[in-house]
């Protein structure tokens, strides 16, 4: 007997029409080479799971913009790989302040992508971090990007923007200076940072295990 395996671009189908256990099916056909792949990056298992789940709920939200002429496959690669920037450059954000910013600390030094319940006071206070950077003069922004959010050696910043290393170095700890006086000026009082309760959203168990 002849059993027909339905085709990726059939699952997706059935999920828009509104089968939820088409896309289950679709998450059991996909995690686990995802999740390798996710982790060649982000080279940690625990954040590796993070983030396929994250690519997997990007991936339910972004279904209608699925083209079924394409394969599956690429296009989860590309919003997993999305989904990895995103979190190195969150990362490179918050590890930018730790040093500099007392309370910013505790706030900020999180997990490095923001979970889909992430509060709306942490993507605050992230908001203003970046907004805190986005104001800084050119002379010290450009090499604090350079080093910190890129990963450039101050050398390698220094020849792109044909400063010295020293340069380079004096402009980053400015920069770093200046954004913590930003941050702690702009803080808004405690009373003001108390989260919401999580919105819904689907609910993904572990690797093994997909459910709703």
């Not at 940690?44 to 690519?55: F, R």
């Not at 394969?71 to 590309?78: A, T």
């Not at 605050?124 to 959010?149: M, N, Q, S, V, Y």
């Amino acid at each position: 007997m002849n059993i027909s395996v339905p085709s990726d671009a059939a699952l997706v189908a059935a999920t828009l029409a509104g089968d939820e256990s088409a896309f289950t099916a679709l998450v059991g056909r996909h995690k686990r080479w995802l999740y390798r792949y996710i982790l060649r990056y982000v080279r940690n298992e625990t954040e590796a799971q993070d983030v396929l789940q994250e690519s997997l709920i990007a991936a339910w939200r972004a279904l209608k913009r699925y083209d079924p002429d394409r394969p599956l496959e690429f296009w989860l690669r590309r919003i997993a790989l999305n989904k990895c920037r995103d979190r190195a450059r969150r990362q490179a954000v918050r590890r930018i302040l730790l040093p500099w910013s007392g309370k910013a600390r505790e706030v900020l030094a999180v997990d490095p992508a923001p979970p889909a319940d992430e509060s709306l006071a942490e993507r605050e206070e992230l908001k203003r971090a970046r907004d805190a950077i986005d104001a800084l003069p050119g002379r010290f922004r450009d090499p604090l990007i350079l080093t910190a959010i890129e990963g450039l050696s101050h050398a390698e910043a220094a020849e792109i923007l044909g400063l010295t290393s020293k340069a380079v170095e004096g402009a980053v700890y400015r920069a770093k200076k200046q954004l913590s006086e930003t941050l702690k000026r702009e803080r808004p009082p405690a009373a003001s940072r108390r989260p919401p309760p999580p919105a819904a959203k689907p609910i993904f168990c572990p690797i093994d295990s997909i459910t709703w």
